[in-house]
């Protein structure tokens, strides 16, 4: 278990929708990373908060948007859904915002199933 | 850009023989390398890192060390289990102000008693 909390584990949805993915980070890390898994474009990283302040962008939809609260947990909204959007969703967390020898604890992760 | 590529899976072994997961990289400046591990139905676990050239890194018998004149990075165990089948990713750092991973494709590996 590595202390990141991730939820819903499943979530099933029609394509045009809205969902809202949730992350609550290991006790004491500041910063959240969301990354999106698929077949075809792997492992690639979306978005990183620090402390409740946005600091990194990666390959990131304008269809999707995060943010981070002032509890540390952070969420992950996808909206107007499309297939290609099925994936697993990571989040994981931190104690740094930028650090050579940080390392990233991950989530479980959210699978969203586009219909 | 930075990059990582690893050796195309799956790989299939018989248990106790000797694994090599082959990882280069691209990157600017002084990465950090990292090797994740994914079990079955399971979020990404860090099995090892390097932060520096030459340090190398360990966990549960697996190693690697951090080749800069190579760029490199090869995962190793000795004698492989049946509960080491997953797939393996092997990660980037990049240098800068920036903390994000850049992931290989991942290898699978398959273990057979």
């Known amino acids: 278990d590595s202390g990141v909390t991730q939820t819903p584990k499943h979530l099933i949805t029609a394509t045009g929708q809205r969902v809202t993915l949730r992350c609550s980070p290991r006790?004491?890390?500041?910063?959240v990373y969301w990354y999106q898994q698929s077949l075809d474009q792997g492992l690639q990283f979306l978005i990183q908060?620090?402390?409740?302040?946005?600091?990194a962008k990666g390959n990131i939809l304008e269809r999707f948007s995060a943010q981070q609260f002032p509890d540390l947990h952070s969420e992950l909204n996808l909206s107007s859904l499309e297939l290609g959007d099925s994936a697993l969703y990571f989040c994981?967390?931190?104690?740094?915002?930028?650090?050579?020898?940080?390392?990233?604890?991950f989530g479980p992760g959210t699978r969203l199933t586009v219909l | 850009g930075d990059s990582v590529t690893q050796m195309e899976g799956p790989v299939t072994l018989s248990e106790e023989a000797f694994l090599t997961i082959n990882c280069t990289y691209t990157a600017t400046g002084y990465p950090s390398l990292f090797w994740y591990v994914q079990y079955p139905g399971e979020g990404l676990q860090l099995l090892l890192k390097?932060?520096?050239?030459?340090d190398k890194g360990s966990n549960k018998g697996f190693e690697a060390t951090y080749r800069k004149e190579t760029t490199s990075f090869h995962l190793e165990k000795g004698s492989v289990q049946v509960s080491d089948s997953a797939v393996y990713f092997c990660?980037?750092?990049?240098?800068?102000?920036?903390?994000?991973?850049?992931f290989g494709t991942g290898t699978l590996l398959a273990v057979q008693p």
């Open positions: 908060y620090y402390n409740g302040e946005e600091r």
């Open positions: 994981a967390s931190s104690v740094a915002q930028t650090s050579r020898k940080d390392t990233q604890y």
């Open positions: 390097a932060t520096k050239a030459d």
């Open positions: 990660a980037l750092r990049g240098g800068g102000a920036t903390n994000k991973l850049i």
């Open positions: 006790s004491g890390d500041l910063s």
